[in-house]
């Protein structure tokens, strides 16, 4: 192992399967919890204060988000069943729904806005259990498309907050508070280092409230009302179940957030398990799809209490990064440190007295990030001109959609003002695009057959007219075979099925792309992972019978790349395949 490697290593002080001290734990807890409360207070409070809610709702609301947020945290760590990732990973309410939630409160209540988040969590539990299915659908490109669109439909809402002083006021109150506060932010995260840095929105939306308070703008009042201990009395706002129009209007911008919000936990999934094990492994996809279903548990829950929805918080990978603690039990002390500050309402009321200017200067923060991960996102994915046009496209006519720009006199009324909501509008036409690409490209060669080395003649014979149809030599021919080959012995391997038992099916999909051989082997869920079994050809340390790795050191050798992705169902594994140099 290298140096570098073993430097790494050593920044983890707890592995995900450790017991740190309980003392540590909790302070931990405390901390990562402090962190993230602001977050999930402010959200709930920006969509009920743009629709114009009502103080009773705004209270229970973000009463049910932090319980709501610590239930969920701790389901992502302790994993219950395939509910959960297995790692610390932060759930608070999510940015992303502020537009959506917005226009349903507004449109029909909090009952409304219940029925969708209800109906919309039902799409993360058929993600989850067909994650595979979908990776072609949900690309990086269209996800991130999505996620700027985002910020397109929230900015006008937030910008009212930020210029809008209430009567009585100096003019200049709101403004000022919220410049002084957004500077504070800005100057901390560019210049800070350390966990200085994650400090930077607690120390600017403090400063900003103390301006604001030298203009009258906080709300002490209801900070000194607000209880120590206790729940609200205002209670449950229950559910619309009348299907309207503008249930049906909405349910397709909620669906898409909803994905969103997936392909978003997905990536941070993925990201944990990078931070959490001194020794590199392959991505478990089998906690990915956990992630997502305690995601989706989490939105379920966050609609039966009448809530907004929450989401994974990407700030728990920097933070378990930095700290080098990566123990599932500091995921359950988050959680339950969200389930208490949910039964203090003193400690919300701090949070909700802050005024709205200081809030939308926050939220711009978060939403020029937002914007900016999304371009992010796009940019990685869009290796070709075609995902940059779906990107680009896609994205101004969200743009157009969302200020009634394009041709509003026809589609203004369309399918009850379906295409109304830019993000909506820009997202269904990222997945046309996307649908449309994969269907008009060459279509790739399958092979359905036992996974047996007795299908080893049916493969070569079926990897030899498919590299005679693009023209390749015997020597890549060879190759060919021999990944084959090495790949199906590798699976066979993994697992064997029991005596008497049905032997495992394998589907091969041969595909030519940038010039060369893209093989997919499609089977059973089986044990080990073949990326791990790999990389521990590296380590001299652990002695492993040669017989046994012979299949993957050959394989290693004919192969560009080996990605094996596991799920609870279904292994793929996809290897590429260099064409051989005809010069030797």
């Known amino acids: 192992m290298s140096d570098h490697a073993l430097a790494a290593n050593r920044q983890i002080r707890f ?26 207070v402010l959200t709930p409070a920006i969509v009920i204060r743009a629709a ?111 210029t809008a002083s209430p009567e009585g006021t100096a003019a200049a109150s709101a403004p000022v508070s919220a410049l002084v506060a957004m ?41 000194t009302e607000a209880s120590w201990i206790g729940i609200p009395d205002s209670g449950w706002p229950g559910f619309d179940f ?50 997502v279903a305690a995601d989706g548990t989490g939105n379920l829950l966050s609609g039966l209490v009448g809530t907004v929805p929450n989401t994974t918080y990407s700030t728990s990978i920097s933070i378990t990064e930095l700290t080098g603690v990566a ?84 589609l203004a009324g369309f399918a009850g003002g379906f295409l109304e909501n830019g993000m909506t509008a820009g997202g269904l036409t990222a997945i046309v695009l996307t649908l449309f690409d994969e269907v008009t490209r060459t279509r790739p060669r399958r092979l359905r057959c036992e996974l047996a080395t007795s299908s080893l003649p049916q493969i070569r014979l079926f990897l030899g007219r498919f590299a005679d149809r693009n023209g390749w030599s015997r020597a890549m021919s060879d190759r060919l075979d021999a990944v084959a080959e090495e790949s199906l012995l590798t699976l066979t391997d993994a697992e064997e099925p029991p005596d008497g038992g049905e032997p495992r099916t394998l589907r091969l999909t041969a595909n030519k792309q940038d010039g060369r051989a893209v093989l997919e082997f499609v089977a059973a869920a089986s044990g080990e992972n073949i990326e791990d079994r790999l990389a521990v050809l590296d380590s001299q340390r652990i002695e492993r019978p040669a017989e046994r790795d012979l299949s993957l050191r050959v394989l290693s050798h004919h192969a560009a790349s080996v990605h094996h992705q596991q799920y609870h169902e279904v292994d793929i594994v996809t290897v590429h395949v260099d064409v051989p140099d005809p010069r030797g």
Do not use: H
């Open 52 to 162: 114009d809610g009502t103080d009773e709702y705004l209270t229970w609301a973000v009463f049910a988000a932090a319980a709501i947020s610590g239930i969920s945290t701790i389901l992502q760590a302790v994993r219950f069943g395939r509910i959960g990732a297995g790692y610390v990973l932060l759930m608070g309410t999510s940015g992303a729904f502020i537009a959506v939630c917005v226009t349903a409160l507004a449109d029909g209540g909090p009952g409304l806005l219940a029925t969708l988040v209800v109906a919309s969590s039902l799409f993360q539990y058929l993600l989850a259990a067909k994650l595979a299915l979908f990776r072609r659908l949900i690309t990086p490109t269209v996800a991130g498309t999505v996620v700027m669109l985002i910020a397109v439909t929230v900015m006008p809402l937030v910008f009212d907050m930020v």
């Open 242 to 291: 009348s299907f309207g129009a503008d249930f049906w209007s909405l349910l397709p911008a909620f669906v898409f957030v909803t994905l969103i919000g997936a392909v978003e936990t997905i990536g941070d999934a993925v990201a944990i398990q990078r931070v959490s094990w001194r020794q590199q492994r392959a991505v478990d996809y089998r906690a990915v799809q956990g992630a």
């Open 327 to 410: 123990a599932r039990r500091v995921g359950v002390a988050i959680g339950v440190s969200f389930i208490v500050m949910a039964f203090v309402p003193k400690l919300l009321a701090l949070v909700l007295a802050i005024p709205d200017a200081v809030v939308a200067a926050y939220v711009t923060i978060l939403l020029a990030l937002l914007f900016v991960v999304g371009m992010k996102i796009v940019v990685a994915d869009a290796t070709d001109y075609r995902r940059g046009l779906i990107a680009g496209f896609s994205f101004w006519i969200g743009v157009g959609f969302q200020n009634n720009q394009i041709f509003p006199e026809y």
């Open 183 to 223: 500077g504070v932010i800005v100057v901390i995260a560019l210049k800070a280092r350390g966990s200085l840095r994650l400090w930077a929105p607690v120390i600017g939306i403090v400063t900003g409230s103390i301006v604001a308070a030298v203009f009258g703008l906080y709300d002490f009042d209801r900070v």
């Open 15 to 40: 592995e995900a399967s450790d017991k740190p001290p309980l003392p540590l734990t909790a302070g931990l807890g405390l901390q990562f919890a402090i962190l993230a409360i602001a977050g999930i």
